[in-house]
């Protein structure tokens, strides 16, 4: 430096900065150092910056005065710096050589300045409304003109006059404007023009926060004054940031997946080519030209191996850069970690030096103040970038999961049950995100872990490889135990999945189990697979009681054989103070990770099973959505099937062959045949829901399809008819009428508003197949596929939809119909019949003409004939008895059409006349008489009076939140569920462990004041004996306590709580069920129980943990230092109110997120229900959408949640 400086100014002056009163730093080094510092820092971040600021541009934003003030104040510091530089150049000329520095340095700051200038407006450009870059790089220059500033006020003080003007002057604006520039840094500029800021009703105002309130989380205090004021509800949160969307997530993740696909199929492809190319044929005559089977067999053998999709590789693409920014702080606050030590070392030796000026402590205070302040703000912001990552793989993982439970094969179906996919997304996407919090400690364990042992090391010497030894011994024992443990993780998903599955079951038929009284039965058999998951859950906590004892003591353990062997390798090796409590703070850093790093290692573990379980879910096969082609509009003929192979599943033997269909335009096709002989299925084949395996399927235009099990959504009942199109009430009002729709809505409490229970249970099987009906008439498409809508209907009503909306006169004629049916009075009148026998079309064509072949559809007709003619003449009568009781009902105008009908009247008498000469057999009218008669009794009996419509009421009540602090009831229940004696046993055990631990430091502090009396060699069997047994203690009673609680205690509540809900939910009234939706159940019964069976433990493990040391610790202090109290007191205080301020907000919160959460699952368990339904109608996109946005508002009120936890 001497040559920068001169030999005039030295670099550095111990006495003048160190061994004096009156501190300062040599000029030579405030002018390179100090002033170099900040332009380092920020031409060093530049490059990267430049680069994130060309990547990401979000508008632009208008220049404001605030900008211009900026922007001027840049150019005027450029200037004082070059005034400094021709000032030098001045000198130079008139003879005054300055040393190089002087040069160097207004030139080198002066371009900083410049950059930073440049800096303002490109960000502006780019949409930058506060830039943390140039807020560092300003508090730096400012923190780094402190010392000259203090220093140049000092000389001219001693000098009585300023000697060198002109830099004095130019120095005090330099800081003058530096200052404003960092004052200006902390306010933000506008929104960039165009962006969502502006467009949101209730932004987040995280968008718009500055640097410092982003750093500080200040921007979310608005939220939580509010909810210390009022408990939160769901309109108070703000609008998730774009970027955490589903819309930007989901895609993101599934772009990485689709990639990871294609590469496992080429190389399949490629390793399938390399097995089945064959040689070329050998154009000698040697033998073994070609190869021979066996050869092949080996082959086929060694490429076996399937190339398997990567769903973590995925992950990582997705979401690793943005997981990067935080694993970056984590490095930066584990490197200020190691600080604290190295100052607490400084500081004890300051406490030994008599003659050491007074700066130093108060200096050394401060620097351990602030370095605690660094590290809590760096921590917290990696941890707000982990939470983030793990809430966007939530999204993205539910997303891809509801996306492909819609378009799976119904052979994956058979694997992947309703309550398997609810509890990939509940359970298994939770796994992600619990694993995100801490997953940088894998990396960051060992490297803490590395750091301590170096400055242990330095230390206590080569004593420290004891404790390394003990650590390097727990890793095995770690590891087997961690294998174990994955075993049983997978197993306990098995249960968990099983016992999911069986709620569903139980949940869809709770009528029926009523109805049988089978609650009890069946909640033994929940019982039984619940206690083979607790069986599971208590060996866990076995194998965890160990592994938390062997890693909680390890620092103990490590801290004891150290110790142990330092003092006894060598008589001079003395623990004194300084020693002793460095390395203790040491070992307390080693803590950490130790502890943290067995439960990472169990997250790594559950994580991966589930990464397993969702990659093989992803990785099923699709329906293939060019199975049917859609555009061919070539032919006259709307449908049309040639030579149709198809099977529910590749594995499983063809359901249809054979099938040849042309179908024309605006006619109606009947599909008949016995039960099971492949009816539906053919409707199936004609929607792609089915494994095409021969043949073509071609279908002109928009398709409508009506399943034979009505498929009935959770909405109002016109809801459910529009199904997303708009509402056009004329064309609304014909197809009620159609469908006989509106003597139902009379009934209905609230008419069409009315809303429809979850699988329509509020409405009876006619009435959901009508509904379903009147969706597909509303749908106005081109082809029909009915499977046998009629069935579920009275035999009037029958008639009734058939001559109004599917026969030959209906609302749907002009359209292609194919109609699935049984009730062959119906047959005369459509235009082709299609006979189905065991999965082959047997026979084709008119009525009469297949009644004339007396093939299939004439034993057919034998079979189902005779109880279809009653039930035609039931019809009639009880259509006449309606006329009687509802003279105003809409159907009476159509119960008279078989008398103004001739013609088809005389058809029937005809078709009847052609059954009895088939059949041969007469039917005895007295038997058909007491049939009739007993009809029309059951329905002049059963006829209820007619309701006045009533006001509409909501049938599904909204998920409520409690409000409040959580009642001591809810925490009495829990330890009323674990055993009152024992939960109080449990805490005396946890204050013993602590008490342990605490003793030990005690104890280790008279063992080093041995030293100041010199009694270190004849106490030192005492001081480790006593040291190990307090150690050995704390571990015995962590053992204890964690299979007390773990293994038994809470195991013992988990199973009751889950007893009780079961019990709760069965004995329900029916009534609970139509106003509850299934998936708000299920949510209990997977995320609910699952936070019970392991979140609740380990919660409470940790804050009984914190509360006794933390007692322990403050009681220990008062006692030694009476003053602390006067400190404690107030901050006691004010943590106290700091705690209620924001707990009252996080509680709430968490309350919003768990009630969000049910729609998720709700709406997932009915899509998955009526996916086939979804596809034909095409609103595939629409409930992707809607599934989107419910995960959203559960997103919404999560996020807040996290940002409150810091």
């Not at 409000?963 to 939960?983: C, H, I």
Request: aromatic fraction near 10%; glycine fraction near 6%.
């Amino acid at each position: 430096m001497e040559r920068l400086c001169g030999p005039d100014l030295p670099f550095w002056e111990a006495n003048q900065t160190l061994h004096t009163d009156r501190p300062d730093l040599p000029e030579c080094f405030q002018l390179s150092v100090l002033s170099w510092l900040p332009c380092v820092y920020l031409w060093a971040v530049f490059p990267i910056y430049l680069f994130c600021l060309k990547r990401n541009h979000r508008g632009y934003i208008m220049m404001s005065i605030m900008n211009r003030f900026k922007t001027v104040f840049g150019l005027l510091l450029w200037i004082l710096c070059w005034t400094d530089l021709f000032y030098t150049f001045h000198e130079l000329r008139q003879g005054h050589t300055q040393p190089p520095i002087y040069f160097i340095t207004p030139l080198v700051v002066g371009m900083t300045m410049l950059l930073a200038t440049f800096l303002i407006q490109f960000e502006r450009l780019r949409g930058v409304q506060s830039s943390g870059v140039l807020f560092i790089f300003w508090f730096l220059s400012v923190l780094c003109a402190v010392v000259p500033f203090r220093s140049k006020i000092l000389q001219a003080s001693s000098q009585n006059e300023v000697t060198d003007k002109l830099r004095f002057t130019t120095f005090y604006l330099y800081f003058g404007l530096a200052v404003c520039e960092l004052i200006l840094c902390c306010f933000n500029e506008k929104p960039p023009l165009f962006s969502n800021v502006v467009t949101d009703p209730n932004p987040c105002p995280e968008t718009t926060a500055g640097f410092l309130s982003t750093i500080t989380f200040w921007w979310f205090t608005s939220l939580a004054i509010k909810g210390y004021k009022t408990p939160l509800e769901y309109k108070d949160l703000w609008s998730l940031n774009q970027r955490d969307s589903s819309k930007v997530m989901v895609p993101k993740l599934l772009q990485e997946w689709e990639k990871e696909l294609a590469k496992a199929k080429s190389k399949e492809n490629l390793s399938s080519q390399a097995v089945y190319s064959k040689p070329p044929p050998s154009t000698t005559n040697h033998v073994g030209g070609e190869s021979s089977p066996e050869e092949v067999e080996v082959l086929l053998s060694n490429q076996k191996a399937t190339h398997q999709p990567s769903f973590l590789r995925a992950l990582i693409k997705a979401f690793g850069p943005y997981f990067l920014i935080g694993s970056a702080y984590k490095l930066m606050q584990d490197v200020i970690t190691f600080v604290n030590p190295q100052l607490l070392r400084m500081l004890i030796s300051f406490t030994k030096q008599k003659d050491a000026p007074d700066w130093w402590g108060y200096s050394l205070a401060f620097l351990m103040f602030f370095t605690a302040i660094l590290q809590t703000l760096i921590l917290h912001r990696h941890f707000q970038y982990c939470f983030v990552t793990g809430m966007n793989i939530r999204t993205a993982v539910i997303g891809a999961i509801y996306r492909k439970a819609l378009v799976i094969t119904n052979a994956a179906k058979r694997s992947s049950t309703v309550g398997e996919i609810v509890n990939l997304m509940s359970v298994d996407a939770q796994r992600f995100m619990d694993l995100t919090t801490f997953l940088n400690l894998l990396w960051s364990a060992p490297i803490q872990i590395m750091l301590a042992l170096y400055f242990l090391w330095q230390n206590l010497g080569p004593s420290v490889l004891a404790g390394v030894a003990v650590m390097i011994m727990l890793i095995p024992f770690n590891a087997v135990i961690a294998m174990k443990t994955r075993a049983y993780q997978v197993e306990q998903m098995q249960y968990k999945d099983s016992r999911i599955k069986l709620m569903n079951e139980i949940l869809n038929g709770i009528k029926v189990l009523k109805l049988y009284a089978w609650e009890n039965s069946f909640k033994d058999k929940v019982l039984a697979i619940r206690q083979k998951e607790l069986n599971v859950l208590r060996k866990t906590a076995y194998l965890g009681a160990v592994s938390t004892m062997a890693w909680t003591s390890a620092p103990f353990l490590v801290a004891l054989t150290t110790f142990a062997v330092y003092v006894s390798v060598d008589e001079n090796n003395i623990l004194d103070a300084e020693k002793a409590f460095v390395s203790l703070s040491l070992f307390n850093i080693l803590r950490f990770p130790l502890n943290m790093l067995p439960q990472v290692i169990s997250g790594l573990v559950q994580a991966s099973v589930s990464l397993k379980r969702i990659q093989r879910f992803l990785s099923h096969d699709e329906l293939d959505p060019n199975s049917v082609d859609r555009n061919n509009t070539a032919t006259d003929f709307s449908v049309t099937v040639v030579n149709g192979k198809f099977t529910w599943s590749k594995e499983d033997p063809p359901v249809l062959h054979n099938i040849n269909v042309m179908v024309p335009q605006g006619s109606l096709l009947a599909v008949v045949g016995h039960v099971g002989c492949g009816k539906s299925s053919l409707i199936s084949a004609l929607l792609g829901e089915m494994e095409k395996l021969e043949g073509e399927i071609s279908i002109r235009g928009s398709v409508a399809y009506v399943p034979q099990q009505a498929w009935i959504q959770n909405a109002t009942l016109r809801d459910n008819i529009l199904f997303g199109r708009s509402y056009d009430e004329q064309k609304y009002s014909c197809v009620l009428e159609a469908c006989a729709l509106t003597p139902d809505l009379e009934v209905l409490p609230g008419g069409d508003m009315t809303e429809i229970g979850e699988k329509g249970i509020n409405l009876s099987g006619g009435q959901r197949q009508r509904v379903s009906l009147a969706r597909a008439l509303y749908s106005d498409t081109d082809v029909y596929l009915l499977d046998d809508p009629l069935s579920a209907v009275d035999a009037h009503v029958a008639k009734h939809i058939f001559d109004n909306l599917i026969g030959p006169e209906g609302v749907l004629k002009g359209k292609t119909r194919i109609l699935v049916t049984h009730g062959i009075s119906f047959l005369p009148q459509v235009d082709n019949i299609m006979v189905i026998v065991d999965g082959r079309m047997s026979e084709m064509g008119s009525y009469q003409e297949l009644l004339s072949q007396n093939g299939a559809f004439a034993e057919f007709l034998r079979n189902y004939a005779l109880e279809d003619i009653v039930e035609e003449e039931d019809a009639t009568e009880e259509s006449i008895d309606e006329e009687e009781m509802f003279p105003e009902d809409t159907l009476s105008n159509h119960t008279d059409m078989v008398d103004n009908e001739p013609v088809i009247n005389e058809a029937k008498r005809n078709f009847r006349r052609q059954i009895s000469i088939i059949s041969g057999d007469v039917e005895n009218p007295k038997g058909r008489s007491v049939r009739r008669h007993g009809c029309s009794q059951r329905k002049h009996s059963d006829q209820p009076e007619k309701k006045k419509p009533q006001e509409m009421q909501k049938l599904i009540q909204a998920e409520t939140a409690e409000t409040g602090r959580v009642k001591s009831k809810v925490y009495l229940e829990y330890a009323k569920a674990v055993g009152v004696l024992l939960s109080v046993f449990i805490c005396f055990l946890y204050g013993c462990q602590s008490a342990a631990a605490i003793g030990g430091n005690i104890w280790l502090s008279q063992w080093t004041n041995d030293a100041s009396t010199n009694q270190t060699k004849e106490n030192v069997h005492m001081r480790v004996g006593v040291y190990a047994a307090l150690g050995i203690t704390q571990g015995a009673l962590l053992l204890a306590n964690c299979l007390l609680c773990r293994a038994y205690s809470m195991l013992e509540a988990a199973k009751l709580t889950h007893q009780n809900m079961l019990q709760g939910v069965l004995r329900a009234p029916q009534a609970f069920f139509e106003s509850t939706p299934t998936g708000r159940l299920l949510n209990r019964f997977s995320k609910d129980v699952d936070a019970i069976d392991s979140h609740i433990p380990d919660n409470i493990d940790i804050w009984m943990r914190t509360f006794w040391y933390t007692l322990n610790v403050l009681l220990i202090c008062s006692a030694l230092t009476p003053m602390f109290l006067i400190v404690v007191a107030p901050l006691l205080l004010f943590y106290w109110w700091v705690q209620r301020f924001y707990v009252a907000t996080s509680r709430q919160l968490k309350r919003l997120e768990s009630v969000s959460r049910s729609p998720i699952y709700s709406h997932f368990s009915e899509t998955v229900t009526g996916s086939s339904v979804i596809r034909a109608y095409g609103r595939h996109s629409a409930f992707v959408v809607m599934s989107d946005i419910k995960v959203d508002e559960n997103q919404k009120s999560y996020y807040p949640g996290i940002v409150s936890n810091r």
